[in-house]
């Protein structure tokens, strides 16, 4: 039983194209969050959500729109993608904020080319 | 200046070694994590502590609020341990979690 899954786990795709990352998680927690990975293996926050309410918009490019259809899933779409979009991005819950634990999935791995 | 600061940025050792990695970070917190990101990318949380010491199996964290510093130890150290450790903070306790650099730590048999 997966905890956090996140799909597609590699993602290659050309600028300008538009791309979708899902993410579930089956822990029943309230909070998710979007990270972003860069190639000096820096996170970031991105965003995150409670009970599907943003909380956290971490000066993200207009380009990204997380959705979140219900509070067990977050899903990340990314239009006009360029080339310093390539990352890996993570997808991680937690029962209450910060300050809880949180559970990760296992990232996608994005390449624009 | 990241306001999580981690050292030593890379880290090798023998197998059996004892391990110390350090965390220090400018922000007020009342918590902090200690995460592991495999070498094939998955990453998981290893603790989260508020004050004083915890201790799973090998690993021990250790975290002074007052001087805003925490350590992640390893005893006995593995190869299987090879990994990035990374601390992270919820900034000014809100949902936004600050990362440290991360430490590489490749342990050899």
């Known amino acids: 039983d997966t905890a956090v899954s996140q799909t597609p786990k590699y993602l290659v795709t050309q600028m300008g194209n538009d791309k979708s990352i899902k993410c579930e998680q089956n822990?029943?927690?309230?909070?998710m969050y979007w990270y972003k990975q860069d190639s000096k293996k820096f996170l970031k926050i991105m965003f995150s959500?409670?009970?599907?309410?943003?909380?956290i918009n971490e000066t993200v490019p207009n380009r990204f729109s997380p959705k979140s259809p219900d509070k067990a899933h977050l899903n990340l779409h990314i239009n006009s993608l360029e080339l310093g979009d390539s990352a890996v991005y993570f997808c991680?819950?937690?029962?209450?904020?910060?300050?809880?634990?949180?559970?990760f999935g296992p990232g996608t791995r994005l390449l624009v080319l | 200046k990241n306001e999580v600061e981690q050292s030593p940025q890379n880290l090798t050792a023998q197998e059996g070694e004892f391990i110390t990695i350090n965390c220090s970070y400018s922000?007020?917190?009342?918590?902090l994590h200690w995460l592991q990101q495999h070498p094939g990318g998955g990453i998981v949380s290893l603790f989260m502590?508020?004050?004083g010491k915890k201790k799973h199996g090998r690993l021990i964290a250790t975290i002074n609020i007052q001087e805003k510093h925490s350590s992640l130890h390893i005893t006995a150290s593995h190869p299987r341990d090879s990994a990035v450790y990374i601390c992270a903070v919820p900034f000014y306790n809100t949902d936004k979690l600050i990362f440290g650099t991360g430490t590489r730590l490749q342990v050899f048999p």
């Open positions: 822990l029943g927690h309230d909070t």
């Open positions: 502590l508020s004050s």
């Open positions: 959500y409670n009970n599907k309410e943003l909380i």
């Open positions: 991680a819950s937690s029962q209450v904020g910060g300050v809880e634990t949180q559970y």
């Open positions: 922000v007020g917190i009342s918590a």
